[in-house]
């Protein structure tokens, strides 16, 4: 690991404008994505900035009866939470689907969003990797592919991102919001915090230099059948190779979102609108434009069964 | 017989001066010469408890708590597996919460209050978990067993206050200490001698006990 220089930070706004004059600097807050990467010298910031004083911990109900979730809620406590148990339970269960649970005592809700993809390429240093190291090559495409992603991915770039609970509140129509160096503050939907690879895979989300995420918010429950299934080698701790999180109303119609097959939550419109015709006719919308690899184009008709499993299993 | 810790050189010191031997030859006449490299480096305070004990530390902010714990408070029955958070050899309890000691930094505990193994149990007044582990042989080589412990105990808490799964069928149910909840729950910890099924009759007997 790479000396650093570190700091607790105690208010998000410092936080923030100590973030901004270094682009060195790194946000701590958990530390069990960043720190394996720091260990690898993936990840080499001279200064960390330790946000866990920050008391952003906390799930408050607001005015229009939604959620509005601390940056700082470990991944166990919101899981745990009554309310989201009782009106979220995708979010719960996604959650509850994810790590082990030592991370998920630790891992936040910022964090988690935040963190790194988990292709071998990525993480192998002695390998050409366009995220790594831009304008060096993807290894992915001509080689170990089985995890990685078959929509939304580039010629530089097939990772996928690896959360699940993003994937839910993705289904959820989350916003995040954040806080710049300046003080001000923002809110950004979920669809817009990452980006497409393109030809820039190294730029994964659309914060600002030291802008800091402060809380996720959820809009008023919908209700519904709320399910995550995720498909993955074992039965506890691991990646999906497809998960599907689902909000299914008594109508059939619903919103689907997936993890496991795109550099981020991939949710579809489209797809949502041919819900009620049935998992083929959704998953053939869902999938349009994907391009596998020929180590993971099975993720193709296992997206198909898997969402034909979460609205049978919706129906029951 | 002397307890290890009392050896004039014991083993790991042994390692220790023999790999600092090693590395002497390869070091050139000029080293010392060098400026300080970039990255050189940076020691912070930090002071927490540790089994009830209060220890101050000035330390490189590099060091993992599990590194805190083994290399500078010699608590060394917290064991280092992967270092990558996949194995939980290295579980520790830290403010009641199981965690992975070697994916967080010593510096972020501030005023935290930690428990290790050696906080649980003695050889002579050892915890229900551990004498729940000698009765139904719930190891083999005993590496991951540190870890083992520490996750089962705090697991139970977790239970206990109703934290859920994801093998709990109802979100909104009570939780039952269940064998299938065991195994989920205790998936965070790896033992490669496969002594799963022993280690999960000792924990399903103390989860029988605690009701």
Redesign the interface.
């Known amino acids: ?6 700091e ?1 930070a105690n208010s998000p706004a410092a936080a923030a404008a100590a973030a901004a004059g270094n682009p060195e600097a790194k946000f ?1 807050a ?3 994505n960043l ?2 990467l720091m ?1 690898l010298q993936i990840e080499t910031p ?1 200064h ?1 900035i ?1 946000v ?1 004083g920050l008391k952003l911990d906390t799930i408050e109900t607001t005015d229009d009866g939604g959620l509005r979730i601390g940056a700082l809620v470990r991944n ?1 406590a919101l ?2 939470d009554a309310r989201v ?2 009106d979220y ?1 995708v979010l ?2 996604a959650l ?2 994810g ?5 998920r ?2 891992a936040t809700t910022a964090g988690n969003l935040l963190q790194r993809t988990r292709c071998p390429y990525f993480y192998d240093t002695a390998q050409p990797c366009n995220k790594r190291e831009p304008g060096s090559g993807c290894s992915a495409l001509g080689g170990f592919s089985r995890q990685l992603g078959v929509i939304g991915v580039s010629e530089a770039c097939i990772a996928t991102h690896p959360s699940d609970m993003a994937v839910a509140m993705r289904a959820l129509d989350g916003t995040v919001e954040t806080v710049k160096a300046d003080a001000t503050t923002r809110t950004i939907p979920l669809a817009e915090l990452h980006r497409a690879p393109g030809t820039t895979p190294h730029l994964e989300t659309t914060l600002a230099q030291g802008e800091l995420i402060t809380a996720v918010r959820l809009p008023r429950p919908i209700g519904g059948r709320q399910i995550y299934r995720k498909v993955r080698d ?4 691991a990646f999906a190779l497809v998960s599907v999180a689902a909000v299914i109303q008594r109508d059939g119609s619903g919103r689907i979102a997936l993890g496991g097959i795109a550099p981020r939550p991939w949710r579809s419109e489209a797809a949502e609108a041919e819900l009620r015709r049935g998992a083929k006719a959704a998953a053939a919308a869902l999938l349009e434009g994907a391009r596998p690899t020929r180590e993971n184009a099975f993720k193709l008709p296992l997206v198909e069964r898997t969402l034909s499993a979460v609205l049978s299993e919706a129906r029951a | 017989m002397p307890n290890p810790s009392e050896l004039a050189l014991n083993r790991r010191d042994l390692m220790v001066v023999a790999g600092a031997c090693a590395a002497l030859p390869a070091m050139g006449a000029s080293a010392h010469a060098q400026p300080a490299p970039v ?4 020691l ?1 305070d930090v002071s927490f408890e540790v089994n009830g004990r209060r220890h101050a530390l000035s330390i ?3 060091t ?1 708590l599990l590194d805190a714990l083994r290399e500078h408070l010699h608590l060394t029955g917290t064991k280092k597996g992967c ?3 996949q194995c ?1 050899a290295c ?1 520790v309890i830290v403010d009641g ?4 000691s070697c ?3 010593a ?2 505990h ?1 005023n935290a209050s930690v428990t290790t193994i050696e906080g649980l149990g003695t050889a002579d007044k050892l915890h229900p978990m551990q004498a729940a582990f000698v009765r139904h042989d719930g190891f083999q080589c005993g590496y991951c067993t540190p870890g083992q412990i520490c ?1 089962g105990v705090a ?1 139970f808490d ?1 239970i206990r ?6 093998v ?1 069928a109802d ?2 149910a009570a939780v039952v200490a269940s064998e299938t909840e065991i ?7 790896i033992c490669r001698c496969g002594a799963y099924s022993n280690i999960v009759e000792a924990m399903v007997e103390i989860g029988g006990r605690q009701g």
Not at chain 1, 1 to 6: D, E, G, L, N, Q
Not at chain 1, 234 to 237: D, E, F, K, L, N
């Open positions: 690991m790479r000396a650093f220089t570190y607790r701590i958990g530390g069990t720190l394996d260990k001279s960390l330790d866990n166990t899981a745990a148990r009782r339970g719960s269960r509850l689907a790590a082990s649970a030592q991370l005592n630790r074992r039965a506890s701790y | 990255g050189a480096p940076v912070h490189d902010t590099r993992t270092d990558h958070g939980g579980t919460q199981r965690i992975n994916l967080t930094l510096v972020m501030q996750s697991m977790e206050a109703g934290i859920p799964s994801h709990t979100l909104t195994r989920e729950r205790m998936s965070g910890n």
